[in-house]
């Protein structure tokens, strides 16, 4: 066999010191920093609320509520999104479109975030599926409610028919959730008029299936989803979608259902929006310092971005690059106006760094990130540094610079 004349080339993150970051490492990366957002905000929402019932509840109905957004026009706008779907997702006209036709919705959505795993069945009276992985299982037990809920608005949609109305066609329960301690997650829809199961609340989805379930051996499960594994997803109908799809599609969707949904029932758990803030700010500083507190997590990152060393510690630089490679994981145009032992400076587009989902802008993700980085920035680097964000015209500009602050969080 003759040798191979070139090296196969793949896309990825190039940093400023020439560090590539693989494709498919940057979208693991993408997704858990997106989590990692989602954890910090569903903390703020636990200092607000101490009621686990209450708070989940609110996210529940939230979720549900914009998920169902899709079917809040006119009947004729409902059936041609359904159609669009239909075609999309290469569903035939010889199977019935039924409430069960949902969990296509929910089987891709697992899969772009990678929430690798199997669907076990798929038929019109039942749909199990189990997840192996899943990078949001360190945000806690609320969001795995909030799960159910959004997939409990996707059967009503793909349900058709009756429109306007939450008709629960299914009862869905997320059996077991890996961000509850199980070794996997496992969610079982099944028809409620087929088995005579009684229609949920937002806090019933959480009870065993009605039939038996089936556990794929430990060393059959898998630890990426199609994407990550195969380069791209295949559905039940055989309509495939890239990892380039998929990683552009999360890196939108991933802040929409899991930060932008919850957010607006958050919020209302405050007294007003400077307490809000008040709270987020202390919560994501506090986020950020832990985070390199320990030298083994600083020497980690360091390895990771091949910084080299004759960089110290106590340069700019180092912070700079590592917010450099989250924008670039994130899919976030940025530009470079200064990097240098005397300081940092990227440009970002405003509507970019916030309206990730153009339709959900959320300004929260500045405020959130300016005091995670700065907090990060005093363990990575040192207190001498510090990191902020200026607006200029439509653009912001994240600083890495020396601050003295005598009120500093």
């Known amino acids: 066999m003759a040798l191979l004349e070139h090296v196969d080339t793949h896309r990825g993150v190039e940093t400023a010191f020439g560090k590539i970051i693989p494709e498919k490492e ?3 990366y993408c997704l858990r920093t997106i989590a990692g957002f989602s954890a910090n905000i569903f903390q703020v929402m636990r200092i607000l609320n101490d009621d686990w019932e209450d708070r989940t509840s609110q996210i529940c109905e939230i979720a549900n509520m914009m998920n169902c957004a899709a079917c809040s026009g006119s009947e004729e706008e409902l059936f041609d999104y359904l159609n669009a779907f239909y075609d999309e997702w290469n569903i035939p006209e010889l199977v019935k479109r039924a409430a069960w036709i949902g969990a296509i919705w929910g089987d891709y959505g697992d899969e772009a975030e990678d929430m690798a795993g199997r669907v076990i069945q798929f038929t019109e009276d039942r749909v199990e599926k189990e997840l192996d992985t899943c990078p949001w299982d360190i945000v806690g037990s609320e ?20 429109h306007g109305e939450i008709t629960n066609d299914v009862a869905l329960n997320m059996c077991e959730a890996r961000g509850c301690g199980n070794p996997h997650c496992r969610v079982v829809a099944e028809r409620r008029d087929t088995f005579g199961l009684e229609q949920q609340g937002w806090l019933d989805h959480r009870g065993a299936a009605h039939l038996p379930v089936h556990d794929t051996p430990p060393e059959r499960r898998v630890k990426h989803a199609q994407g990550l594994r195969n380069g791209q997803y295949t559905n039940a109908f055989g309509e495939e979608n890239s990892l380039e799809w998929q990683y552009n599609w999360v890196a ?9 949904f919850p957010l607006i029932a958050i919020r209302d758990m405050a007294e007003d929006d400077d307490e809000f803030e008040r709270i987020l700010r202390i919560v994501f500083a506090t986020a950020g310092k832990n985070s390199f507190i320990d ?8 390895n990771w971005l091949d910084i080299p060393r004759e960089i110290g510690d106590n340069d700019p630089r180092v912070m700079g690059v590592y917010i450099q490679a989250m924008l670039g994981c994130q899919l976030v145009p940025y530009e470079f106006e200064a990097f240098d032992a005397d300081g940092v400076e990227i440009r970002v587009d405003q509507e970019t760094f916030t309206g990730r989902f153009e339709m959900a802008p959320l300004d929260e993700i500045t405020i959130g990130y300016e005091a995670q980085w700065n907090g990060a920035c005093h363990a990575l680097v040192s207190p001498e540094w510090s990191v902020w964000i200026d607006e200029d015209d439509d653009d912001f500009i994240i600083t890495v610079g020396r601050k003295v602050d005598d009120r500093a969080l």
Not at 143 to 162: L, V
Not at 252 to 260: A, C, D, L, T
Not at 295 to 302: I, K, Q, S
Request: hydrophobic fraction near 50%; glycine fraction near 10%; proline fraction near 2%.
């Open 143 to 162: 969001m795995c409610n909030m799960t159910t809920a959004m997939f409990t608005a996707n059967f009503d949609i793909a349900a058709g028919g009756e």
């Open 26 to 28: 940057a979208y693991s």
């Open 252 to 260: 939108q969707m991933g802040w929409v259902w899991s930060i932008s």
């Open 295 to 302: 030298p083994f997590a600083r020497e980690g990152l360091r």
